[in-house]
């Protein structure tokens, strides 16, 4: 597993970036600040060899360097496709081929869903709700959970939700996907 971390000079306001693959250290990264050849000799100093050695240099070098683990929060699109893997697996009992076709056609759905829901956390939660009412769609519909197609019948599986809806087919009748499938009809 590859982790990576900041350190910062409190006093000298040098950045480094640190990386470690499998709690050994890999590599390090001059982010900002003055680095001279003095520094460079001493900076192995700053830096442990393998990362469950970092507490200890935490507490070693406190107050004067900070360690800050670098967190890569997930975007948009994994989001969409982690949602999408998964009902793809609950529907089919097996993973989906995912090729460069399928990422183009989930980028097309991100890109109409935030225009339809405004935000990025409604166009998400539009994407879940469709997906966990896909049962209740017309069977041609259902057969079909494939990116390509749910892209090219976007608008017919959104009308087809609110057929549902107007129905009266429990569970869809939660008030957050009643408000989505309001604001579909006036987009």
């Known amino acids: 597993m590859t982790t990576h971390y900041k350190i910062e000079s ?18 390090v990264e001059h982010l900002k600040g003055k680095l ?14 393998t ?4 507490s200890a240099y935490q507490n070693l070098y406190k107050g004067k360097i900070n360690y800050i683990k670098i967190e890569k929060q997930k975007s948009l699109y994994t989001h969409f496709t982690d949602a999408w893997f998964a009902f793809y697996e609950n529907e089919n009992s097996v993973p989906p081929k995912y090729t460069g076709t399928d990422a183009k056609h989930l980028k097309q759905i991100i890109v109409y869903l935030k225009k339809v829901a405004g935000t990025e956390p409604e166009a ?11 049962k209740r769609l017309d069977e041609f519909h259902r057969k079909n959970c494939d ?41």
């Open 10 to 27: 409190i006093s000298t306001g040098l950045n480094l970036k640190v990386t470690y693959v499998n709690n050994k250290f890999k590599r």
């Open 36 to 49: 001279d050849s003095i520094m460079l000799k001493e900076i192995g100093r700053i830096i442990p060899h």
């Open 51 to 54: 990362e469950s050695n970092l």
């Open 124 to 134: 998400l939660a539009t994407w879940r709700a469709l997906l966990d009412n896909w």
């Open 147 to 187: 990116l390509k197609y749910i892209n090219s019948q976007l608008n017919k599986i959104i009308q087809n939700v609110q057929q549902v809806a107007k129905t009266g087919n429990k569970g869809i009748s939660d008030d957050y996907l009643q408000s989505v499938i309001n604001d579909l009809r006036t987009a």
